[in-house]
């Protein structure tokens, strides 16, 4: 194994780990944005700033303005002096179609994802976009 793959199961790891951090009890998703070998920024799926923890309602469905771990990691990214240009994100389940959007703009180049989200429409979409997927299979690790 090379030291890129080694690299990548190592980041990907660590967002399984970030992905503990989300109070959503449906699924817990964590991401990582990695620049020349530092972690630039970091996301978990969950509410917005302010709001309270809950992501599910009464019926244990998810809450409309709950943000993917993709969304926290960029959206974090601009509040801060660091670029997301030319990195890679590393998230623990491929990203929908809306983050794919996010991760394009944001000039984010690699994508290394770790399950495959039911939809397949955002991986298509970056591949499209000339973006790097690779899937490693969380479960094997």
Known sequence: MDKQQLLDQRYLRMARIWAENSYCQRRKVGSLVVKE???????????????ENICEDDQNV????????????????????NSSEGATMYITASPCIECAK?????GIRRVVYGENYRLDDGI????R?????????????
């Open 102 to 106: 996010l991760i394009i703009q944001a």
């Open 62 to 81: 998810t809450k409309p303005y709950v943000l993917h771990a993709e969304a926290n990691a960029i959206t974090k990214l601009a509040r801060s002096n």
């Open 129 to 141: 976009a000339g973006i790097e997927t690779l899937f490693i299979d969380l479960a094997t690790m």
């Open 37 to 51: 070998k530092m972690i630039i920024s970091d996301g978990y799926n969950g509410t917005p700033s302010g709001f």
């Open 124 to 127: 298509k979409l970056l591949q």
